[in-house]
């Protein structure tokens, strides 16, 4: 095995546990970016890796993402990731030997003694939770009947609702969703629920999947229409909602895009960061996805405070990503920079109010080797001025984020 230990050295983190599970003999890696908001949420992600060190490099680099995410959002949360590490090759593990592998999980979190928190990632889901469980108790994202808050998919739709209609009032002067196109490309957990939510409010929708399993949602919705996911994408709408994988946005495609606005619930919605600069030239409003589809997080968030998780509170809490987009979007026209780099000045000012400097750099490492999962963003950013690819333009006066808390 060749190692890269220029790649793996070059972080910013608090800490990072390499393990060998006892039982199963597989590895675990956790990374825990930040803690200066909170304890680091983060799913753990069960997937094949080419070797131990690329599922340290992957939990690395999402750990770092979720920092991010956390401060923009408004969470008392810092940022960290668990990577199950599976090898080259190898079918998710089943039974007894998948129950080895999350103990040994279980036990790698326990080392982090409450830094780092758990939840259902890529390859892991609410049942495995329980078993994690067992050994540990800094787990969320059980389900409702073990006390946890159960599918965040529901949340999440909810969420990305609200960024959309703050979109539209934004570029149309109404959060109205009656009469409004919007394509949703992905109709799945999230992105039938979206499609419900904004048939409910009067959308006209086109829906997309490669699925064609879920054509018989358009012939249900009233006023939905079954299109090919490339049709969707590129569509003459008001709002594009991609719901599927990232790289939606793409160099190929991002000066024949004609929606008003790229609103979503897909990690990684644009395959380079930098295009969020090209769609703002277009006049595209892009909504950063991290915000956007911020509400599973903040769902699963609700179990770590002290009253625990109670429907009615994360619903609450969830629908702030609204304001948090309205303020976001405010500060870019007032900065006159892209909403994504206005949304991550957000969470620099966040941490470094509470004392920590955001050491993210522009070039934050990736893991190179394919395949890989569909996975949250890649790499963050310096904020930089529409034009100006030289870095942190400095010293804004503080957002009134109004996002969620975790009490
Ligand atoms: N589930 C959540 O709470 C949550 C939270 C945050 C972010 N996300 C992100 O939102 C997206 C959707 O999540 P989900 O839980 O609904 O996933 P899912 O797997 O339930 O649904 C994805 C759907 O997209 C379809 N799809 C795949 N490739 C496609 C393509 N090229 N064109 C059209 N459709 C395609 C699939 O067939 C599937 O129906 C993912 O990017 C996920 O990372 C989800």
């Not at 680091?40 to 992957?58: F, H, I, N, P, Q």
């Not at 109670?310 to 026209?333: F, N, W």
Request: some cysteine; proline content about 6%.
């Amino acid at each position: 095995m060749r190692t890269q230990p220029a790649a793996l050295l070059a972080i910013d983190h608090e800490e990072l546990v390499i393990r060998r599970g006892r039982r199963s003999g597989v590895y675990s890696a956790i990374a825990v970016h930040s803690t200066t908001l909170g304890p680091a949420l983060g799913g753990c992600r069960m997937w094949s890796y080419a070797d131990s060190m690329e599922g340290a490099r992957d939990a690395l680099r999402l750990s770092r993402a979720m920092t991010l995410k956390a401060a923009a959002a408004g969470l008392d949360l810092g940022g960290g990731k668990g990577v199950i590490v599976l090898p080259a090759g190898a079918a998710p593990p089943q039974g007894a030997a998948r129950r080895d592998v999350l103990l040994d999980f279980a036990d790698a979190v326990n080392a982090l003694d409450g830094s780092y928190v758990t939840a259902e990632d890529v390859g892991t889901s609410a049942r495995d939770m329980v078993t994690i469980a067992e050994v540990t108790r800094s787990v969320t994202g059980l389900p409702v009947v073990h006390g946890g808050s159960g599918d965040p998919s529901p949340f999440t739709a909810l969420g990305v609702e609200a960024a959309i209609r703050a979109c539209l009032r934004e570029r149309f002067g109404s959060p109205e969703l009656s009469g409004r196109r919007i394509a949703v490309v992905g109709c799945g957990r999230v992105g039938e629920r979206l499609a419900r939510r904004l048939a409910a409010g009067g959308a006209q929708l086109l829906l997309a999947d490669v699925d064609a399993g879920k054509r018989g949602l358009a012939a249900e919705l009233p006023g939905a229409r079954w299109v090919p996911s490339e049709e969707a994408v590129l569509a003459d709408v008001d709002v594009l909602a991609p719901c599927a994988l990232g790289g939606v946005v793409h160099d190929g495609n991002v000066s024949r895009l004609r929606a008003a606005i790229v609103c979503g619930s897909a990690n990684n919605q644009l395959a380079d960061d930098r295009l969020a600069e090209r769609l703002a030239a277009r006049g595209v409003l892009y909504a950063p996805d991290f915000i956007v589809n911020a509400g599973g997080l903040i769902n699963v968030s609700a179990e770590l405070t002290s009253g625990g998780w109670d429907e009615a509170t994360a619903h609450e809490r969830v629908a702030r990503i609204g304001p948090v987009i309205d303020a976001i979007l405010h500060e870019a026209r007032r900065r006159d920079v892209t909403p994504l780099a206005a949304a991550i000045e957000v969470a620099r000012r966040r941490l470094e109010a509470s004392g920590a400097a955001l050491k993210i750099s522009p070039t934050a490492p990736r893991t190179e080797t394919p395949p890989r999962p569909e996975s949250d963003r890649t790499e963050i950013p310096q904020p930089v001025r529409r034009g100006d690819t030289h870095g942190d333009p400095g010293g804004p006066p503080a957002l009134p984020v109004t996002g969620a808390g975790s009490g």
